[in-house]
């Protein structure tokens, strides 16, 4: 096993304990790419192993990926997008459409799974956002 598998599974062992130990996933993942960077970078640059990394092709241009990220105008619609799916539940609309779908549906085999996969439809459809869609019927689908 070479030196790259090493440090992969070493990696992705540490994001496991991290999680385990009940770390929140965007710390643990920030946390774990900055820490093994630097050890990728302690390794080629002073124990001179080689490795495909260097300090400016990964982490030398991580502040213009970042801008490059931030600067892109369709991400603006993500956090709307979520908000239209908050409001949405909150307002009571999808909780009804839900409710009168198991009420017509619910005779036939399986009304609850083929409610949620219309609405999910319906609701795919009316935001544009997976994220936000699987949000709103995880909390649909298991609420009271």
């Known amino acids: ?5 090493i440090l992969v599974v070493a990696m992705f062992a540490s994001f496991m304990v991290l999680l385990l130990l009940g770390f ?3 710390w643990s993942l920030a946390g774990i790419g900055l820490i093994f960077g630097i050890v990728g970078h302690v390794m080629v640059e002073y124990l001179d192993f080689p490795l495909w990394f260097t300090w400016q092709g990964t982490i030398g241009v991580l502040d213009a990926r970042i801008y490059g990220i931030v ?3 369709l991400m603006v619609a993500l956090p709307m997008f979520i908000f239209m799916g908050i409001m949405l539940d909150r307002s009571g609309i999808a ?5 009168s779908l198991v009420k017509v ?3 036939l085999r399986g009304g ?3 409610t949620v996969v219309l609405v999910g439809v ?4 009316s935001t544009g ?3 936000a869609s699987v949000v709103l019927l995880g909390m649909l689908s298991l609420g009271p």
């Open 24 to 26: 929140p996933v965007a």
């Open 105 to 107: 549906l619910g005779g």
């Open 71 to 73: 600067a892109n105008e």
């Open 122 to 125: 319906l609701l795919a459809a």
């Open 112 to 114: 609850y799974a083929i």
């Open 1 to 5: 096993m070479g030196v790259e598998a």
């Open 95 to 99: 909780e009804k459409l839900m409710h």
């Open 129 to 131: 956002i997976v994220g």
